[in-house]
Protein backbone atom coordinates (compact mmCIF):
# COMPACT_ATOMS: atom_id res chain seq x y z
CA UNK A 1 0.00 0.00 0.00
CA UNK A 2 1.76 3.07 -0.96
CA UNK A 3 -0.05 5.26 1.74
CA UNK A 4 1.87 3.37 4.31
CA UNK A 5 5.33 4.44 2.65
CA UNK A 6 3.93 7.97 2.16
CA UNK A 7 3.25 8.03 5.78
CA UNK A 8 6.30 7.38 6.71
CA UNK A 9 7.91 9.83 4.66
CA UNK A 10 5.98 12.68 5.65
CA UNK A 11 6.30 11.63 9.71
CA UNK A 12 9.78 11.90 9.00
CA UNK A 13 9.77 15.57 7.37
CA UNK A 14 7.01 16.59 9.84
CA UNK A 15 9.11 15.65 12.69
CA UNK A 16 12.14 17.33 11.34
CA UNK A 17 10.16 20.59 10.20
CA UNK A 18 8.91 20.64 13.89
CA UNK A 19 12.56 19.70 15.62
CA UNK A 20 13.61 23.09 13.36
CA UNK A 21 10.52 24.90 14.35
CA UNK A 22 11.32 24.37 18.05
CA UNK A 23 15.10 25.58 17.79
CA UNK A 24 13.63 28.57 16.47
CA UNK A 25 11.41 29.35 19.47
CA UNK A 26 13.89 28.98 21.82
CA UNK A 27 15.85 31.19 19.16
CA UNK A 28 12.79 34.33 19.78
CA UNK A 29 12.66 33.56 22.94
CA UNK A 30 16.43 34.65 23.40
CA UNK A 31 16.10 37.17 20.83
CA UNK A 32 13.11 38.61 22.66
CA UNK A 33 14.99 39.32 26.13
CA UNK A 34 18.18 40.23 24.36
CA UNK A 35 16.03 43.21 22.30
CA UNK A 36 14.49 43.99 25.89
CA UNK A 37 18.06 44.25 27.80
CA UNK A 38 19.09 46.13 24.98
CA UNK A 39 15.84 48.84 25.35
CA UNK A 40 16.74 48.80 28.69
CA UNK A 41 20.32 49.71 28.44
CA UNK A 42 19.22 52.81 26.08
CA UNK A 43 16.87 53.64 28.20
CA UNK A 44 19.27 54.02 31.02
CA UNK A 45 21.95 56.08 29.32
CA UNK A 46 19.26 58.36 28.22
CA UNK A 47 17.92 59.05 31.15
CA UNK A 48 21.46 59.48 32.60
CA UNK A 49 22.07 62.36 29.97
CA UNK A 50 18.40 63.80 30.34
CA UNK A 51 19.75 63.85 34.40
CA UNK A 52 22.69 65.33 33.19
CA UNK A 53 21.98 68.25 31.27
CA UNK A 54 18.76 69.17 33.47
CA UNK A 55 21.62 69.80 35.60
CA UNK A 56 23.63 71.92 33.61
CA UNK A 57 20.58 73.92 32.27
CA UNK A 58 19.25 74.81 35.70
CA UNK A 59 22.94 76.31 36.77
CA UNK A 60 23.30 73.05 39.07
CA UNK A 61 26.95 72.88 38.29
CA UNK A 62 28.76 75.72 38.88
CA UNK A 63 32.34 74.30 39.49
CA UNK A 64 34.19 75.14 36.23
CA UNK A 65 36.28 71.78 36.20
CA UNK A 66 32.65 70.24 37.20
CA UNK A 67 31.29 71.50 34.27
CA UNK A 68 33.90 70.71 31.82
CA UNK A 69 33.95 67.09 33.35
CA UNK A 70 29.67 66.83 32.93
CA UNK A 71 30.03 67.85 29.26
CA UNK A 72 32.51 65.52 28.09
CA UNK A 73 30.28 62.71 30.02
CA UNK A 74 27.81 63.89 27.69
CA UNK A 75 29.62 63.89 24.90
CA UNK A 76 30.43 60.29 25.62
CA UNK A 77 26.90 59.44 26.57
CA UNK A 78 25.77 60.34 23.16
CA UNK A 79 28.10 58.11 21.94
CA UNK A 80 27.54 55.19 24.09
CA UNK A 81 23.21 55.71 22.93
CA UNK A 82 24.59 55.85 19.49
CA UNK A 83 26.11 52.47 19.64
CA UNK A 84 23.47 51.21 22.06
CA UNK A 85 20.88 52.15 19.37
CA UNK A 86 23.27 50.02 16.68
CA UNK A 87 22.96 47.14 18.89
CA UNK A 88 19.39 47.31 19.24
CA UNK A 89 17.73 47.73 15.86
CA UNK A 90 20.73 45.01 14.70
CA UNK A 91 18.95 43.14 17.58
CA UNK A 92 15.57 43.42 16.25
CA UNK A 93 16.58 42.54 12.49
CA UNK A 94 17.32 39.28 13.54
CA UNK A 95 14.13 38.76 15.78
CA UNK A 96 12.27 39.80 12.90
CA UNK A 97 14.04 37.06 10.52
CA UNK A 98 13.65 34.79 13.27
CA UNK A 99 9.93 35.74 13.02
CA UNK A 100 9.53 35.31 9.84
CA UNK A 101 11.77 31.77 9.65
CA UNK A 102 9.21 30.70 12.29
CA UNK A 103 6.30 31.43 11.03
CA UNK A 104 6.98 29.95 7.93
CA UNK A 105 7.98 27.10 9.57
CA UNK A 106 4.68 26.94 11.45
CA UNK A 107 2.74 26.89 8.27
CA UNK A 108 4.61 23.87 6.89
CA UNK A 109 4.38 22.13 9.94
CA UNK A 110 0.80 22.86 9.46
CA UNK A 111 0.63 21.71 6.14
CA UNK A 112 2.18 18.56 6.93
CA UNK A 113 -0.27 17.42 9.78
CA UNK A 114 -3.09 18.08 7.05
CA UNK A 115 -1.07 15.78 4.65
CA UNK A 116 -0.95 13.32 7.21
CA UNK A 117 -4.30 12.95 8.28
CA UNK A 118 -5.51 12.88 4.78
CA UNK A 119 -3.09 9.88 4.16
CA UNK A 120 -4.01 8.66 7.54
CA UNK A 121 -8.19 8.77 6.10
CA UNK A 122 -6.88 6.96 2.56
CA UNK A 123 -4.59 4.52 4.55
CA UNK A 124 -7.87 3.35 6.72
CA UNK A 125 -10.82 2.87 3.54
CA UNK A 126 -7.92 1.29 1.65
CA UNK A 127 -7.03 -1.36 4.83
CA UNK A 128 -10.76 -1.74 5.35
CA UNK A 129 -11.12 -2.40 1.52
CA UNK A 130 -8.77 -5.13 1.52
CA UNK A 131 -10.12 -6.82 5.21
CA UNK A 132 -13.85 -6.57 3.22
CA UNK A 133 -12.16 -8.84 -0.01
CA UNK A 134 -9.79 -10.49 2.27
CA UNK A 135 -12.95 -11.95 4.40
CA UNK A 136 -14.59 -12.35 1.17
CA UNK A 137 -11.75 -14.68 -0.48
CA UNK A 138 -11.43 -16.44 3.00
CA UNK A 139 -15.19 -17.30 2.39
CA UNK A 140 -14.74 -18.67 -0.70
CA UNK A 141 -11.48 -20.56 -0.07
CA UNK A 142 -13.98 -22.31 2.68
CA UNK A 143 -16.59 -22.89 0.96
CA UNK A 144 -14.67 -24.23 -1.90
CA UNK A 145 -12.26 -26.36 0.21
CA UNK A 146 -15.11 -28.40 1.69
CA UNK A 147 -15.17 -32.02 0.89
CA UNK A 148 -11.38 -31.68 0.12
CA UNK A 149 -9.18 -34.55 0.89
CA UNK A 150 -7.62 -33.84 4.26
CA UNK A 151 -4.00 -34.80 2.74
CA UNK A 152 -4.42 -32.36 -0.02
CA UNK A 153 -5.39 -29.92 1.87
CA UNK A 154 -2.53 -30.46 4.52
CA UNK A 155 -0.11 -30.63 1.23
CA UNK A 156 -1.55 -27.30 -0.09
CA UNK A 157 -1.44 -25.16 3.42
CA UNK A 158 2.43 -26.61 3.21
CA UNK A 159 3.23 -25.35 0.49
CA UNK A 160 1.06 -22.15 0.30
CA UNK A 161 3.26 -21.28 3.83
CA UNK A 162 6.64 -22.42 1.96
CA UNK A 163 6.06 -20.63 -1.42
CA UNK A 164 4.88 -17.19 -0.26
CA UNK A 165 0.86 -17.96 0.15
CA UNK A 166 0.27 -19.50 -2.97
CA UNK A 167 0.49 -23.22 -2.79
CA UNK A 168 -1.61 -24.04 -5.87
CA UNK A 169 -1.22 -22.30 -9.41
CA UNK A 170 -3.38 -22.84 -12.81
CA UNK A 171 -1.72 -24.42 -15.98
CA UNK A 172 -2.06 -21.15 -18.35
CA UNK A 173 -0.97 -22.17 -22.35
CA UNK A 174 1.47 -24.37 -20.92
CA UNK A 175 2.86 -22.37 -18.44
CA UNK A 176 2.97 -22.36 -14.89
CA UNK A 177 1.17 -19.42 -13.38
CA UNK A 178 3.11 -19.70 -9.79
CA UNK A 179 6.75 -19.74 -11.50
CA UNK A 180 5.73 -18.15 -14.59
CA UNK A 181 7.77 -21.31 -16.42
CA UNK A 182 7.05 -23.10 -19.40
CA UNK A 183 6.29 -27.36 -18.75
CA UNK A 184 8.56 -29.56 -20.82
CA UNK A 185 6.80 -30.99 -23.51
CA UNK A 186 7.00 -34.64 -22.08
CA UNK A 187 5.46 -33.36 -18.92
CA UNK A 188 2.80 -31.98 -20.58
CA UNK A 189 1.82 -35.35 -22.20
CA UNK A 190 1.69 -36.94 -19.04
CA UNK A 191 -0.13 -34.16 -17.83
CA UNK A 192 -2.84 -34.32 -20.26
CA UNK A 193 -3.02 -38.29 -19.88
CA UNK A 194 -3.36 -37.81 -16.18
CA UNK A 195 -6.33 -38.90 -14.66
CA UNK A 196 -8.60 -36.16 -13.75
CA UNK A 197 -8.60 -36.58 -9.94
CA UNK A 198 -4.73 -36.89 -9.77
CA UNK A 199 -2.57 -34.42 -7.85
CA UNK A 200 -0.37 -32.75 -10.49
CA UNK A 201 2.93 -30.91 -9.47
CA UNK A 202 4.79 -28.36 -10.73
CA UNK A 203 8.73 -29.64 -11.47
CA UNK A 204 10.09 -26.71 -11.08
CA UNK A 205 8.10 -24.67 -8.35
CA UNK A 206 6.56 -28.04 -6.63
CA UNK A 207 3.12 -26.29 -6.48
CA UNK A 208 0.20 -28.21 -7.12
CA UNK A 209 -0.88 -27.83 -10.85
CA UNK A 210 -4.54 -26.47 -11.51
CA UNK A 211 -5.47 -27.82 -15.00
CA UNK A 212 -8.41 -25.73 -16.73
CA UNK A 213 -9.59 -24.88 -20.27
CA UNK A 214 -6.43 -22.72 -21.05
CA UNK A 215 -4.07 -25.20 -19.95
CA UNK A 216 -3.21 -25.78 -23.49
CA UNK A 217 -3.04 -29.41 -22.94
Do not use: F, W
Not at 80 to 104: C, K
Not at 147 to 152: H, Q, S, V
Not at 157 to 175: N, P, V
Amino acid sequence: MPEIAQLEDNETRRKQLDDRARDLRVAVDDLTAEQRKADADVEQVKTRRVRDQDRIDRGLVANPKDLERMQHELTSLERRIATLEDEELEVMARLEDAQRDLSRLTEQVASADQRLAALVVTRDEKQAEIDTTLAQVSNERAAGAEGMPEDLMALYEKLRAAKGGIGAAALHQRRCTGCQLSIDASELVRIKNAASDEVLRCEECSRILVRTSESGL
